[in-house]
T-cell receptor, first 110, second 116 residues
Framework: EDQVTQSPEALRLQEGESSSLNCSYT??????LFWYRQDPGKGPEFLFT???AGEEKEKERLKATLTKKESFLHITAPKPEDSATYLC???????????FGAGTTVTVRA | GAVVSQHPSRVICKSGTSVKIECRSL??????MFWYRQFPKQSLMLMAT?????????EQGVEKDKFLINHASLTLSTLTVTSAHPEDSSFYIC????????????FGPGTRLTVL
């Protein structure tokens, strides 16, 4: 069974204080690893898909990286509007289902 | 990104009644739609995968007779919670994957169900 573990559970940052979120996974092969952002009471918003070790993707203050066992989401110089829960999910080969981690709730204080 | 809508956004019902939730892909055709449930402070748990024109595939532990899923067209899937009970109160979220597109799923805004 696919397992996705995210850490830390919660992260409180000062505006401008860069940090990283971790997503470790165990899956028999990896079709893709996905990062989503979820605001309270809303559905997840797609951020990135990573397919192979060494791949990196960036979007504004966010950068996602992937190794064979884990992924990191780096938040550079965060702003209060980056406050959200960040979810990581994996997809196994031949399967379109997503297995989600529990998420990291990021709070950025001005 | 592609847009998915859900209706209603929130619903309150009495115990024992049935509730239908609609999920629509607004600007793309979704061969496959997924239904998730999310309890407070927890992550999304997949309930079932629905393919247009065929029966849904339910995850282990999800009662197919209680959570009826219909995917009648490439842009509409419905989830009916039958004989709802307070323990069914949750946040229900659907997603769709685009035909011939990449692997990402596009999520709806969710439906908050409260069963009294």
């Amino acid at each position: 069974e696919d397992q996705v573990t995210q850490s830390p559970e919660a992260l409180r940052l000062q505006e401008g204080e860069s940090s990283s979120l971790n997503c470790s996974y165990t899956v028999s092969g990896l079709r893709g690893l996905f990062w989503y952002r979820q605001d309270p009471g809303k559905g997840p918003e797609f951020l990135f898909t990573l397919y192979s070790a060494g791949e990196e993707k960036e979007k504004e203050r966010l950068k996602a990286t992937l190794t064979k066992k884990e992924s990191f989401l780096h938040i550079t110089a965060p702003k209060p509007e980056d406050s959200a829960t960040y979810l990581c999910a994996v997809q196994a080969p031949g399967d379109y289902k997503l297995s989600f981690g529990a998420g990291t709730t990021v709070t950025v204080r001005a | 990104g592609a847009v998915v809508s859900q209706h209603p956004s929130r619903v309150i019902c009495k115990s024992g009644t049935s509730v239908k939730i609609e999920c629509r892909s607004l600007d793309f055709q979704a061969t496959t739609m997924f239904w998730y449930r999310q309890f407070p402070k927890q992550s999304l748990m997949l309930m079932a995968t629905s393919n247009e024109g065929s029966k849904a595939t339910y995850e282990q532990g999800v009662e197919k007779d209680k959570f009826l899923i219909n995917h009648a067209s490439l842009t509409l899937s419905t989830l009916t919670v039958t004989s709802a009970h307070p323990e069914d109160s949750s946040f229900y979220i659907c997603s769709g994957s685009e035909i011939g597109g990449s692997d990402e799923q596009f999520f709806g805004p969710g439906t908050r169900l409260t069963v009294l």
